[in-house]
């Protein structure tokens, strides 16, 4: 792995360089003849694996095309970002409570950073179907039949990562100011709290409920290392919701109450480096994975939830654990492509990879990978640090 601290030993300059060779990467992943869109990649080699329909994970990568043009000045980035925000429109009505992650970071992003109207009527479209699908008697719209977990749960089941859903309602109530977008968010972010949130703030992924009652018949984590455990990404995607959230609606006390909690707890859990195992409760061996992408979520989420503390010096405390943390990954977790791969590009700056993101250790896939959610979410952090995004400005 390639330190940077070998030759960038200024903070700042840390940051502003792993932003450009973020760009970079970009930059040199739009040159490869993609077959759809870049889910993980190789950081041996740089080559991604790529999903046709997006998956969950497809937004992703538009949003970095979006974050890339918004830090870069190039406007050929939001000219690819929009072409790929296109090819989600097929993913519009599907029956998956996911769509959140597609329309809201691949196109209410490009909405606010690029005005493009394009994206913005994709993710509204998103947001009146996924609205659409809420079931007020349990207060929450389902996973849905064509979900990505629907092979492993129940139709009565939800999960943390629906969270995502409540991003693109919030922010279409925004846009809109129809404030059933908003009463839905709220209500589907209050719900997951009420099935997910342990007492002492850690997180479960799902939970099973009565169709008629939405009693909770039982909680479980089916992607972590065993049923009880907190896996990272799901304490992660909790954090940075309630976050974000608590930045639209500061008056509501109980989603704060919710974000200071969740954010505590990783805190208070999360190893001496600030980098998460891919689950807290998996044996801390020499081999045991990290994750750098619910990492670099949850670094966003402590920088969004420090613009909204009442106390101050909390406030102060989250913003330096956050990026302490964005720049232990700067300095040893992003590492430059390699020579064969970086000489495609022509620019100063090498084009570099963040590494050591861990997507599904159960079934043994992209374990020590990029994944193209951290390079947002890393981003996205860079972004606020380097003063190139407002603070207090969600996404």
């Known amino acids: 792995m390639n330190s940077k601290s070998t030759y960038i030993n200024d903070e700042d300059r840390l940051f502003d360089h792993t932003v450009v060779s973020l760009t970079e990467r970009a930059r040199h992943t739009l040159k490869q003849p993609l077959k759809g869109f870049p889910h993980y990649a190789d950081t041996r080699t740089g080559e991604w694996t790529t999903t046709e329909d997006g998956f969950w994970t497809g937004g992703f990568w538009p949003g970095v095309l979006w974050l890339s043009g918004y830090f870069s000045g190039d406007s050929s980035f939001w000219q690819a970002a929009e072409e790929w925000a296109e090819r989600l429109e097929p993913r519009v009505d599907s029956d998956s409570v996911f769509r959140g992650f597609l329309f809201y970071f691949g196109c209410s992003v490009g909405a606010d950073l690029a005005g493009s109207k394009k994206a913005e009527t994709l993710a509204l479209d998103a947001a009146r179907s996924l609205c659409a699908t809420f079931r007020s008697n349990i207060g929450l719209m389902p996973l849905g039949t064509t979900a990505e977990e629907a092979h492993t749960v129940g139709e009565n089941e939800t999960n943390i990562d629906s969270l995502s859903a409540s991003l693109v309602l919030a922010w279409a109530a925004e846009k809109t100011g129809d404030d059933k977008f908003k009463d839905v968010a709220i209500r589907h972010a209050l719900t997951n709290a009420h ?6 703030g850690s997180v479960c992924q799902s939970a099973s ?6 009693k909770v018949i039982k909680t479980y984590t089916h992607k972590g290392f065993s049923a009880n455990s907190t896996w990272a990404r799901a304490q992660a995607w909790a ?12 008056e509501n006390r109980e989603i704060r109450d919710y974000a200071e909690k969740v954010c505590r707890w990783w805190t208070q859990n999360v190893p001496d480096d600030g980098v998460a195992y891919w689950d807290f409760d998996a044996p801390q ?28 010096q909390a406030a102060r405390v989250s913003q330096r654990k956050a990026r302490n943390t964005v720049k232990t990954l700067c300095r040893d977790y992003v590492a430059v492509v390699p020579r064969g791969q970086a000489e495609e590009t022509t620019g100063a700056i090498s084009p570099a990879v963040l590494t050591r993101g861990c997507f599904d250790p159960m079934r043994g896939v992209a374990t020590e990978h990029e994944l193209i959610w951290g390079d947002y979410f890393l981003l996205h952090c860079l972004g606020i640090l380097t003063g190139l995004l ?3 400005k969600p996404g």
């Open 195 to 200: 099935f997910c949130v342990r007492e002492d």
């Open 209 to 214: 409920f009565d169709s008629q009652t939405g």
């Open 239 to 250: 954090m940075m919701s309630y976050a974000y959230l608590s930045v639209l609606y500061p």
């Open 285 to 312: 061996e020499a081999d045991t994975p990290k994750d750098t992408s619910a990492t670099s979520i949850a670094c966003y989420a402590l920088l969004t939830l420090a613009t909204v503390l009442d106390d101050r």
């Open 390 to 392: 407002p603070t207090n």
